[in-house]
């Protein structure tokens, strides 16, 4: 996993390499939370994983619920996920995650 900062900083880009599972929680949670000022969007790119399970499905609603809490101080930033897969592309529309984030 690694996470980079555009150039504005108004873009956090996250991207997870190989299972999206429970073993990178914490990695994932650094990934956005030590990032001041916070940016407008928050790009998951899903390019280098292989497979996400149930607990990759919770720390994106958790990444969804911290954007929420930043929208009380001000406009709320997004969540976007891109460039999955096949097969974790179908694990988001079965879990019906379409209807909650941009997947591009």
Avoid: W
Avoid at 66 to 76: D, M
Wanted: some cysteine.
């Amino acid at each position: 996993m690694s996470s980079e900062v555009s150039a504005g900083g108004d873009e956090l880009v996250i991207r997870v390499a190989g299972n999206f599972d429970f073993n990178i929680h914490r990695d994932f949670q650094r990934a956005y939370r030590n990032v001041s000022p916070a940016p407008k969007v928050f790009l998951v790119d899903l390019s280098a994983t292989e497979h996400l399970d149930s607990a990759a499905l919770g720390m994106l609603l958790l990444l969804r619920d911290y954007c929420v809490e930043l929208g009380h101080e001000g406009e709320q930033p997004r969540v976007e996920l891109m460039n999955a897969n096949a097969h974790v592309s179908h694990i988001l529309h079965v879990s019906n995650f379409d209807q909650i984030f941009s997947i591009c």
